[in-house]
């Protein structure tokens, strides 16, 4: 399955890991949410880099809702993949799961969709190539929801805009 422009899922799809070092804890010995926040953002920007093949910026991260505490010595797996893109913005989504090295087992943490907008050499927005999830079902119904998110986006952003202008 490609894209029109000939980039495969398995092009953009990214996997990182991380160990929970001491300087990525607080007093109580889990990891800081701003350091998950930061890995999160460097693993999507990889996956936005790899769609759009140039420079991309992050342009929003939707709410991130912890779930589990990820504790000092374990290892935090990031997975990430660009669930649509439109013409110069994608959304990638981003599922973080802490592994205890000791067992193996894992345990789903957090989930992460952020909006990313690909730039020229100038810095200015440029086009995408278009987004084709194809005949896999699980890819269509990423790209639904990433447009059912993105509607919500859109009437926030008016909403915040209407409040600054007093309209």
Request: net charge positive; with cysteine.
């Amino acid at each position: 399955m490609t894209t029109p422009a000939g980039i495969a899922p398995a092009v953009h799809q990214t996997v990182m890991t991380q160990i929970v070092l001491p300087q990525f804890t607080n007093a109580h010995g889990t990891v800081f949410g701003g350091q998950i926040a930061a890995w999160i953002d460097v693993c999507a920007a990889v996956s936005a880099q790899r769609y759009s093949r140039g420079a991309v910026v992050t342009a929003s991260i939707d709410q991130l809702h912890f779930l589990a505490a990820v504790k000092q010595g374990m290892v935090v797996v990031l997975q990430s993949q660009v669930n649509m893109a439109w013409r110069s913005s994608m959304e990638v989504g981003v599922r973080i799961e802490a592994e205890d090295p000791r067992t193996g087992s894992r345990q789903h943490c957090c989930s992460a969709y952020l909006t990313f907008v690909a730039l020229d050499a100038e810095g200015r927005t440029r086009s995408l190539p278009p987004f084709d999830p194809g005949a896999d079902p699980e890819a269509r119904r990423r790209a639904r929801q990433a447009e059912e998110r993105r509607a919500m986006r859109l009437r926030a952003r008016e909403a915040r805009q209407r409040e600054l202008t007093g309209s």
